[in-house]
């Protein structure tokens, strides 16, 4: 899932394993330079360390080891580090075993870990962004780029984010940027402006713009620094010069109408672009035209977020018919816009044709019955491997579930699938929970809140989702559900609690106003549920 979720959900707890702590790394230095003084195999048959010798490896030893499983956690922050834990370990044993056999020095030069026999891996990453966002001026930002200016580094991937760069800042970066554009890949040039006057925010932008024109890089975000389009020109340089980009970040950048209209002209080539971020502008209708010219032109598109961005009817229509050129795409985030029913239809052509889709969230888009119906059907002719489908908060009713169950049930790699804030009730998610029966072992999350869910159709679900191996939560919360059926689910997760979120909002009399006006109540749940008993799910319908 993305860091830029728009409801955030609860999650279950999780205990990070890296890195370790100070305390870790003191007492593993300790054992290391026991086994180096202390009488084993390998020092009675290659000769035992002094204290000071052994205690200068084994601290050599262990600051190698954490630098080598660091970088390697840096690669994937979102695991518990349990890798970067186990590879530590390895380094640790590995480097150890070459101080023993190479055994105590023999004269007054002591061998230590920094001959060129066991070189420490180079740093690649130069980050500034960890701790309290701040403003940095000219003295600190002298003091903080250093290691950027030390001849022979290796850093291909510098992030400035979360420290606001004033003009004086900018002009000690500049020459710094301008020698390291020859080996950049990646620059994170993300929230670096922040409560900058915009006359010098401007400048610093236009500063940074030219020091990395002509870099070849694969990455480049520009992230929450409401650019606008006086931003978005000032980085005009920087764009221009751009051919090789794999990924563009422009999040929360207060992309415009007009700014939308100048990223599409100050971007030349797109023919490599895989990832293409938009979440969180003003965009709207026409803006959307300009970055459907965009993803027009990324044949490579593989992960494609334009969420929140006030685009409605036309703007999605046009999205849409860009998309079809994109059939390598993996994620698709279009959520919280104003598409509607036609936009959701125009949608669903282009879902037919992308067959490696992965994870899809079209939550919050006006799309009802119509769309929804349209856009699973899609689904369930394509996109073999799906494995997020979020549809939360479409106006989706009981008529559409039937199709719904179908595409699911067609999915046997589903790990999570939320339909909240919908209108499912008893009779749709009966439906569907009969879908998730058979197969769907790596399930793991459902969200089925606000949907005039019952007694009846809380029990079924939860009956189901309980059995699943990789289950992890189950949110059925602001339902209707009656207090005997909230005893009766509570019940079904006694062995594991935490799998069912929070049912603080449940609202056990929240339809009897309804009930007496249909007739119908929560002695109807059973009779609701033995309608339902057989129902089979048709994925020819």
């Keep these: 899932m993305d860091a830029t979720m728009l409801n955030s959900q609860r999650r279950p707890f999780s205990i990070k394993l890296w890195p370790p702590s100070p305390n870790t790394r003191k007492m593993l230095v300790e054992r290391m330079t026991n086994n180096l003084t202390s009488k084993s195999i390998f020092t009675q048959r290659y000769g035992v360390l002094t204290q000071e010798e052994a205690e200068e490896n084994a601290r050599k030893i262990e600051d190698m080891a954490f630098s080598t499983a660091d970088q390697h956690y840096e690669k994937e922050p979102d695991g518990d580090g349990s890798s970067a834990v186990q590879l530590y370990a390895r380094e640790c044993s590995k480097l150890l075993l070459e101080v023993l056999k190479r055994g105590p020095s023999t ?17 690649t990453f130069f980050d500034i962004s960890k701790g309290q966002r701040a403003f940095i001026e000219a003295e600190e930002a002298e003091e903080i780029l250093r290691p950027l200016k030390e001849p022979g580094n290796s850093y291909t991937k510098i992030c400035f984010s979360n420290r606001s760069f004033g003009l004086e800042a900018a002009k000690v970066a500049e020459p710094i940027l301008v020698s390291l554009k ?12 922040a409560g900058r006057p915009e006359a010098e925010a401007l400048e610093v932008m236009n500063i940074f713009s030219a020091a990395l024109e002509g870099s070849i890089l694969k990455s480049l975000n520009l992230s929450n620094n409401a650019l606008g389009e006086k931003g978005v020109r000032a980085f005009g340089a920087l764009l221009k010069s751009q051919s090789c980009l794999e990924e563009l970040y422009l999040m929360n950048d207060g992309i415009s109408e007009e700014a939308a209209r100048a990223v599409c ?3 030349p080539s797109t023919e490599k672009l895989r990832v293409l971020k938009f979440h969180n502008n003003m965009t709207g209708d026409e803006g959307a035209l300009a970055i459907s010219e965009v ?8 992960d494609f977020q334009c969420s929140s961005t006030r685009i409605g009817s036309e703007g999605g229509i046009a999205l849409s018919e860009a998309l079809e050129n994109c059939t390598l795409l993996k994620r698709l985030d279009l959520r919280d816009n104003m598409f509607g029913v036609e936009a959701g239809v125009a949608l669903s052509k ?13 939550s919050y888009l006006n799309l009802e019955d119509e769309g929804a119906i349209a856009i699973v059907n899609a689904l369930k002719e394509s996109a073999p491997s799906l494995e997020v489908l979020e549809l939360a908060g479409n106006d989706i009713t009981a008529e559409a579930a039937s199709v719904i169950s179908a595409c699911i049930s067609a999915k046997p790699h589903v790990t999570k699938l939320n339909l909240a804030e919908n209108e499912l009730k008893d009779e749709g998610t009966i439906q569907i929970s009969k879908a998730l029966e058979e197969g769907l072992d790596q399930l793991k999350e459902v969200d089925m809140s606000t949907n005039y869910i019952r007694r009846a159709g809380a029990r079924h679900l939860a009956q189901v989702v309980i059995k699943k191996p990789a289950f992890k939560l189950l949110n059925i919360n602001s339902n209707i559900i009656s207090d005997e059926g909230i005893d009766e689910v509570k019940a079904i997760f006694k062995k594991s ?6 049912l603080d909002e449940n609202d056990p009399e929240g339809g009897e106003e309804d009930d007496e006006e249909s007739g119908e109540g929560e002695g109807s749940d059973d009779e609701l549920e033995s309608k339902l008993k057989n129902l089979e799910v048709s994925q020819d319908e």
């Design 107 to 123: 004269n007054g030069d002591r061998e230590t870990l920094t001959s060129e026999e066991v070189a420490a891996p180079q740093e």
């Design 182 to 193: 020859g080996q950049l890949k990646e620059v994170d040039l993300s929230d670096f402006i």
């Design 265 to 267: 002209e100050l971007i």
């Design 295 to 302: 993803v027009k032109r990324s044949h490579l598109l593989e």
């Design 350 to 362: 282009s879902l037919s044709k992308h067959a490696d889709l992965t994870e899809v969230y079209l």
């Design 497 to 502: 609690p935490d799998m069912l979120g929070s």
